[in-house]
């Protein structure tokens, strides 16, 4: 079947530290792959995807590459902010499996102190 | 801009009443999803639908329905609410193409006692 594991949190770092939430994912077809945040009170937003192996998608300062020999999609920022706290989602979603629908990670929860 | 809206930020709802959850997109999106959101547990899908009049089962269909007549408008209904069905619920939409992404409503949060 088709899931995605996400790293445990909270994850817990000082302003301007390097952020690295590892997300992996097995899938019976060709996925692609999501990053999904949501701040306090708020539904979920894209941050950034990608849909092809070797891609690398990138939003506000975030990144992640689609790497398929190792079936990751691990998101990494340089510097974290304050206003980057929030649940963090990494997705995916294949053709014809449960129609089109996302399949989420359990979310991690990242807090910035300054 | 697509806009996903959901009837209701907050509901208390009493146990074993009939409870709708309504959702309203205006992108003309084809498929649209229920999910349920639980600390630790992440999103789960409940129920999702391709077309109007349309409707597939989730992971956790248990307990729930949904209803399509209008492709705008997804319903989702809780026949007997139970307490533990107090949970977040997020409504999205997506169109039917391969590596589109899904669009979020605020959510409804949804209080059984």
């Known amino acids: 079947g088709n899931s995605v594991t996400q790293m445990e949190g909270p994850v817990t770092l000082s302003e301007e530290a390097f952020l690295t939430i590892n997300c992996t994912y097995t899938?019976?077809?060709?996925?692609?792959l999501f990053w999904y945040v949501q701040y306090p009170g708020e539904g979920l937003q894209l941050l950034l995807k990608?849909?092809?192996?070797?891609d690398k998608g990138s939003n506000k300062g975030f990144e992640a590459t689609y790497r398929k020999e190792t079936t990751s999609f691990h998101l990494e920022k340089g510097s974290v902010q304050v206003s980057d706290s929030a649940v963090y989602f990494c997705?995916?979603?294949?053709?014809?499996?449960?129609?089109?629908?996302?399949?989420f990670g359990k979310g991690t929860t990242l807090s910035v102190s300054s | 801009d697509v806009k996903v809206t959901q009837s209701s930020r907050y509901l208390v709802k009493r146990t074993g009443e009939k409870v709708f959850l309504e959702c309203v997109q205006d992108?003309?999106?084809?498929?649209m999803f229920w999910y349920r959101q639980d600390p630790g547990l992440g999103l789960r899908l409940i129920y999702f639908?391709?077309?109007?009049?349309?409707?597939e089962k989730g992971d956790i269909p248990e307990g729930y329905s949904v209803s399509r007549e209008k492709k705008e408008r997804f319903s989702l209904i809780l026949e007997s609410a139970s307490t533990n069905q107090t949970s977040m619920y997020l409504c999205?939409?997506?169109?039917?193409?391969?590596?589109?992404?899904?669009?979020f409503g605020q959510g409804t949060r949804l209080t059984v006692v």
């Open positions: 999205a939409t997506r169109l039917l193409i391969v590596g589109t992404e899904a669009f």
């Open positions: 899938a019976t077809g060709y996925p692609s």
């Open positions: 990608a849909t092809k192996a070797d």
């Open positions: 997705a995916l979603s294949v053709v014809g499996q449960a129609g089109t629908a996302l399949i």
């Open positions: 992108m003309d999106h084809e498929n």
């Open positions: 639908s391709y077309d109007v009049k349309m409707k």
